[in-house]
Nanobody, 119 residues
Framework: QVQLVESGGGLVQPGGSLRLSCTAS????????MGWYRQAPGKQRELVAT???????NYADSAKGRFTISRDNAKNTVYLQMNSLKPEDTAVYYC?????????????WGQGTQVTVSS
């Protein structure tokens, strides 16, 4: 069952901007660390940014200074504002919800949204 729904991907020129959105159920959004990951062709999935329920954020080095993750608790939505996009940012971007539970971590994934940066 799809529990995280991403949107906002598309084609953009180098130097441009996109804002990705991920909407979750209230039960997931309120109790999970939310994040964005990406997977480029030929590469494994990698962390982009995360944000905890209290607002604390974490970024991959490649995202620092260019990307901003935020969350709107009223809308159960997490955003990834991407500025100064580069061709190497081209990937499928996945929304993630992560929670430590009894027995280990419980991770949920969206189905992804394509971001293509090309001139």
């Amino acid at each position: 069952q799809v529990q995280l729904v991403e949107s906002g991907g598309g084609l953009v020129q180098p130097g441009g901007s996109l804002r990705l959105s991920c909407t979750a159920s209230e039960s997931i959004f309120a109790t999970n660390v939310m994040g964005w990951y990406r997977q480029a062709p030929g590469k494994q999935r990698e962390l982009v940014a995360t944000i905890a329920p209290g607002g604390r954020t974490n970024y991959a080095d490649s995202a620092k200074g260019r990307f901003t993750i935020s969350r709107d608790n009223a809308k159960n939505t997490v955003y990834l504002q991407m500025n100064s996009l580069k061709p190497e940012d081209t990937a499928v971007y996945y929304c993630n919800a992560d929670k430590v539970v009894a027995g280990g971590r419980y991770t949920r994934w969206g189905q992804g949204t394509q971001v293509t940066v090309s001139s």
